[in-house]
T-cell receptor
Framework: EAQVTQNPRYLITVTGKKLTVTCSQN?????MSWYRQDPGLGLRQIYY???????DKGDVPEGYKVSRKEKRNFPLILESPSPNQTSLYFC?????????????FGEGSRLTVL | AQTVTQSQPEMSVQEAETVTLSCTYD???????LFWYKQPPSRQMILVIR????KQQNATENRFSVNFQKAAKSFSLKISDSQLGDAAMYFC????????????WGAGTKLIIKP
């Protein structure tokens, strides 16, 4: 089944404790992206990757890191999480980003930073 | 910079009736994509419909159709014969054609279906 898989789905952590949210897609998509969703703000892009070893900042990259060592994986790293990073996070991928812009989303990861 | 506005935080409709969700956007570009995504309680975002700006014909997908008014920068979603499974958050999004193909999202409209 074609899908984007995120883990963990839910996480409660404390300020300053490094964490990684994994994202994996099995559709051989070149484009991958991370978004955060906050009430009343819609989705905001954190980082995106056009291909392996190519990553770039989105609208809200502060406090986050990403890497794209393999085509299928695009982990999101919070080196020192803070309460303002409490949010719902989505990973998305696309095979035809330049042409159609259609995104396939993971199921989301609810992160709470205390 | 482009912006997307969804002026209706919440809408409700009786089952089997028709509802229209509004979306306006601001851009100086002439070529772009517009999308409606659905987010049910399961949280996963699902593409509902896509419109290319260069196409004058309004996109349709079964019970879902759009009213694309390029000059007015309006992109509303019409849902016909509303079903209980249509209850969700609906997000309008704009995709730039510039070098990073950034996707700009509206704040969303919560659609409630009354049985």
């Amino acid at each position: 089944e074609a899908q984007v898989t995120q883990n963990p789905r839910y996480l409660i952590t404390v300020t300053g404790k490094k964490l990684t949210v994994t994202c994996s897609q099995n559709m051989n998509h070149e484009y991958m992206s991370w978004y955060r969703q906050d009430p009343g703000l819609g989705l905001r892009q954190i980082y995106y990757s056009m291909n392996v070893e190519v990553t770039d900042k989105g609208d809200v990259p502060e406090g986050y890191k990403v890497s794209r060592k393999e085509k299928r994986n695009f982990p999101l790293i919070l080196e020192s999480p803070s309460p303002n990073q409490t949010s719902l996070y989505f990973c998305a991928s696309s095979w035809s980003w330049q042409v159609t812009g259609e995104l396939f989303f993971g199921e989301g990861s609810r992160l709470t930073v205390l | 910079a482009q912006t997307v506005t969804q002026s209706q935080p919440e809408m409700s409709v009786q089952e089997a009736e028709t509802v229209t969700l509004s979306c306006t956007y601001d851009t100086s570009e002439s070529d772009y994509y517009l999308f409606w995504y659905k987010q049910p309680p399961s949280r996963q975002m699902i593409l509902v419909i896509r419109q290319e700006a260069y196409k004058q014909q309004n996109a349709t997908e079964n019970r879902f159709s759009v009213n694309f008014q390029k000059a007015a920068k309006s992109f509303s979603l019409k849902i016909s014969d509303s079903q209980l499974g249509d209850a969700a958050m609906y997000f309008c999004a704009y995709r730039s054609m510039d070098s990073n193909y950034q996707l700009i999202w509206g704040a969303g409209t919560k659609l409630i279906i009354k049985p």
